[in-house]
Every structure is written in C-alpha cells, then in structure tokens.
C-alpha cells in the first residue's frame, strides 16, 4: 500500500469517526496549551493539552460510555492516568491528573500494596469498572513530566494504539479564527549532490510578520544548483490565548506544482522519535529552533507526507524557481507564503574530512584502539559523513572522545564501547559513560568487560568519558521552621511523611520503604527530590512505629534511614 493510499484511507475512517458524539472532558471553557502534532524535543505531542485556569483539582469526565482499560501511576511521563475504552473502537486517554476517582483510587492502591511499587502499569477487564458519559473519573493535576497544571488529553485507535488529533472531535467546543505563522524559512543542499550560495551548508533566515499582516522578504537571495531541499518555521495560533503550536497541515509549490505536503491526523507511537527526521535536528539541538523539513529523508517512515521526489527540487536551469507555502489548521485558517530560489551554476563541494560515511540502510561499525561506535541498519535517516576526535583527560578514567561534529538523531539507540585507561575499582558496576555538556555531566552509564565500558547513545554530537559513582544516595527528612528549631528527628504531621532522596551522579534508581517491617507506600514525581508517605488508617494503627527507608542508585550504592515516628 503507497503512502497516498493509506492517507486516503486514514482521512476517511477520520471522518467517519468524527460523528462520535464525545462530550468535552472538562466543564469549564476550553482553551488550549498545546495541540496534536506539536513539536517536542524528541517526539510529537500525542494530544491536546487542555488549560485547566491554572489550577489543579479541575473535575475530569468521562467523555463517553466505556470501561477503564489501563490504569498508569508513574513519577515521570504521563504522571497519573487513565484509559477508558469506548464501543466506537476508540480509546480516551487522561494525563498528569493529581487523583483518580474514589472506586479507581481504592482499586490503584490496592494493586500498588500487592506489587509493592508505587509505580504500577494496570490493565483491566471490560466489566471491572465501567464509566458512563459525563462520570467524573478523576481530577486533573501536574504530575509526571508536566510543566504546570493542564489536562492532557488523547484519543487513539484501541486496536492500533495509533494517535488520532483529538482537535476535529472537541472542534465545536474551541474557537479558533487564528491563521498560522511564519518565522522563517531554509534551503538546504544534499551533500555532494547540490550547492547553496556557494556552500554545502544549510540557509536558514528569519521571516518576520509585518504590520499589514504580510510577512517579510528573505534577507539574503538564495542561489542554488543541483539538488536541494527547502524547510520552514512555523507555528499556530489559537483565538483567546497567547500560545503557539504545531501547524496541522503544510503543503509545498514550485512553479505552481505541488511537490510536497503533510497533515499530522494520526501517526504511531513508535514513530514518535523520527520529528527528528521531519525537521532540522541540528538547529533544534544548537538554538532550541524547529525547521520542518519540506523533503522526505530516505530513512524517514512516517505515513503523512504526500510528495514528488521526496520533496527535493532539482535546480539544473539558470531561471527562477517560484515557492509557494500554505499552511493550514483544523478550522481552515490559512496563511500563504511565496518566495523564489535563483538557479545560479556554482562548484558543488563534497564532503572531506570523514572517520567514515556511515551509510543509512546498512549496518555501520566504527572500531579504533580505545572506541567503538556499533549502529544497526535502519537507526540512520540519511547518510553521515563521520567524524570522531579524542583528548586525554586526568579528570575520567579514560579520554574524551567527541562522537560527530554535528549533532545526529538516531532512531534506537546506538551502542559506545570506551576503553578505560586505568582501572583501579574493585566494584565494576560505579563505572560509567557519562555525557559532557560543558561543566555538567550527565550519566549514561553502562557494563564493564575487561577493561571496556559498553553503553548506549541516542545521538552523535556528543562529548563522552568514563566516570564513576561510588556514592550512596542521601535521605534527609523535610524539614520546617517549627521542627528545625525543636530539633526533631521527623517533623510532626497529621497526614504525612515527607522524605528529601537525592543522588550525586547515577540518579536514584529505587527507593523502599517498610513501616515496622511491611511495604509502605511512598509517592514521588520527577519534578521533586521529595518522597511523601501519605498516612493511611486502614493500614497504620495509632501509636508508635519504626520507618525504615532504603534508596539506591543506578551504580548499586545503597543507603539507609531509620527513624521511628508516632501516629
């Protein structure tokens, strides 16, 4: 099946799928803070991020009649969550909510007593808690990897799991009277193959939006030769808030042919990692900068493009070559862009300077004295001319070797072998590679074997060395002014025990705790060092108790708190 075929197919099952009468999930004005497609670092977004007015502890409903398939308590992603499978084949999704419903929470806590783990991933059968339309089934928060209190809401395909855009099914609930806009455009030549202005490297320029709602010209003339591809910048807008977010659709001219185009409508999540393919990975890693690419890397595989010769143009005549951009929302707002590239014959440089081409669509292997770079067929997008540098180092425990000059996404991971230039621990497992971004270090970490480190990158342009971690984890409790000047070993509390777990290096891989001998459950989020025992009467009786607390890092350096405490 073509790509053009299976978009088809897609656009009309969506359309079909459009009639579900969904209600919305909150009972306050919609207004969101990020939308279905939006570009993140290292992924899309996979819903709508809904404003909850700042605060959390917002009911949450049901959106139609189901029954909770799958229950996620984590610290990090989507914190707090929940599934609810509908008969329309559909599934709703719920996330970074600060509780469940009382029946899901008695349920959740009971599974996390019996796995002793505040972490818990429940599936659940079809008749073992149903939910009706407009049931409140839990209240929304901030936890997990959120960066204020919203709702995160999602709505997939329950047997593919694939990501539909939730916008076209909630449309009529949110006002939008925005067009998308401009910020910038680029050309980029394909090595050794095309030339830009004289050069291999890429052409990015600033557009800036006028006072009369037109958008300024480049400020440079873009002169090319042979073959090239051309990217954007680009954001949505939305009436009634001042965010931006990921344009839906964006479709390509030249000279008035369509060449190029998308529409996020659904993606996979195992998809999810090539944004790094669908834009300009080395200015997004350098300036924090999303460019869309406006051509398909050969290693590309996401189902929503619709493009002639990938989207690449070749420029083989002295003329103009006239683009024409438009971009487009769900609600058919639209902006449109035009802009032209001078045939202009130059030199097309080639690359020099490469340890190796690595080659997209096979396995590659990069093997010196003291590293070895390992990647499988199929983690490259395109080819990479390779480079590798070292320098010695008295500060680790081998050199510092510089893995590419530019930064590389890689689709799975690619694995690093680093030869240690002494070896003096007797414990191997407080040995690891470590990531250097200026002063700061950030583990990786790894397995020893005979004097070598193996580990895992995701991407090249990174700096790498080999650390260790031989210290424990520490666990202090949190303290108040009241309890600070008593000078007491817990501070007093009527409903809590709060605990600040912190690492060195490695970071904090597991945390235990037991009261008088039996797990006792304590809550984190990502966000904080903090661990909270919350009590529970129908598990802790009145009177004195002894709290033990065991935390370990990712090296296996293990410490221990004691205390006891009266309730």
């Known amino acids: 099946m073509n790509r053009l075929t299976y978009i088809l197919i897609l656009s009309l099952f969506s359309i079909n799928s459009f009639s579900q009468d969904y209600r919305s999930p909150l009972d306050i004005p919609l207004l969101l803070s990020g939308n279905c497609g939006e570009l993140r670092n290292n992924h899309f977004h996979a819903g709508l991020d809904i404003k909850t007015q700042g605060v959390e502890g917002k009911s949450v409903y049901s959106v139609a009649d189901g029954f909770v398939s799958r229950i996620s308590v984590s610290p990090s992603g989507y914190g707090l969550a929940l599934y609810i499978d509908h008969p329309n084949g559909q599934t709703t999704v719920y996330g970074h909510l600060s509780r469940f419903n009382k029946e899901i929470s008695d349920y959740v806590k009971s599974q996390q007593y019996a796995q002793e783990s505040y972490r818990v991933n429940l599936s659940l059968k079809a008749n073992q808690i149903k939910v009706k339309k407009g049931d409140v089934v839990a209240y929304s928060g901030n936890t997990g990897g959120s960066g204020g209190p919203h709702l995160h809401f999602e709505i997939r395909d329950t047997k593919s799991e694939h990501v539909l855009d939730p916008l076209p099914f909630l449309k009529s609930m949110i006002r939008d009277e925005v067009a998308p806009e401009i910020r910038g455009i680029a050309a980029y030549p394909v090595p050794g193959r095309g030339a830009v202005n004289s050069t291999f490297l890429p052409l990015r320029q600033t557009i800036t939006k006028l006072k009369d709602g037109s958008y300024s010209s480049p400020q440079e003339n873009i002169e090319a030769w042979g073959l090239i591809g051309l990217g954007i910048k680009a954001y949505d807008r939305m009436s009634g808030t001042t965010n931006i977010y990921g344009v839906r659709t964006i479709s390509m001219k030249v000279d008035d042919k369509q060449v190029f185009s998308y529409d996020i409508s659904r993606f996979a999540f195992d998809q999810s990692r090539m944004i790094n393919t669908f834009t300009d990975f080395v200015d997004w890693r350098l300036n924090k900068s999303f460019y869309m690419y406006s051509f398909v890397e050969p290693g590309n595989t996401l189902p929503f493009y619709q493009t002639q010769n990938s989207g690449y143009i070749n420029i083989n005549e002295e003329r103009t ?48 004295e003291r590293f070895s770079l390992i990647i499988n067929k199929g983690n490259l997008y395109n080819d990479v001319c390779f480079t590798l540098s070292q320098s010695a180092s008295s500060d680790y425990f081998s050199d510092v070797f510089t893995v590419n000059q530019a930064p590389v996404a890689l689709d799975k991971s690619g694995e690093v072998r680093i030869k240690l230039n002494f070896d003096p621990l007797s414990n191997k497992k407080q040995y690891g590679i470590v990531q250097l971004t200026g002063n700061r270090k950030s583990w990786i970490g790894g397995t020893y074997n005979n004097g070598t480190i193996s580990g895992n990158i995701r991407e090249l342009g990174v700096r790498l060395a080999v650390a260790s971690d031989t210290q424990a984890p520490t666990i202090s409790p949190v303290t108040t002014a009241a309890s600070k000047k008593k000078k007491a070993a817990l501070p007093k509390s009527t409903d809590s025990i709060r605990l600040r777990i912190t690492d060195n290096l490695s970071g904090v891989a597991s945390v235990r705790g037991t009261i008088d001998g039996k797990f006792a459950l304590f809550e984190n989020d990502i966000k904080s060092p903090v661990y909270t025992y919350k009590f529970d009467p129908d598990r802790l009786s009145k009177g004195t108790h002894n709290l033990i607390v065991v935390a370990t890092d990712a090296c296996g350096n293990s410490t221990e708190y004691s205390t006891e405490f009266t309730y």
């Open 321 to 368: 070559y006239n683009i024409e951009y438009t971009l487009q929302d769900v609600y058919g707002n639209s902006t449109i862009y035009k802009f032209t590239v001078n045939g202009k014959q130059q030199d097309i440089p080639r690359p020099s300077g490469c340890s190796l081409v690595m080659i997209w669509d096979q396995d590659n292997k990069y093997i010196s």
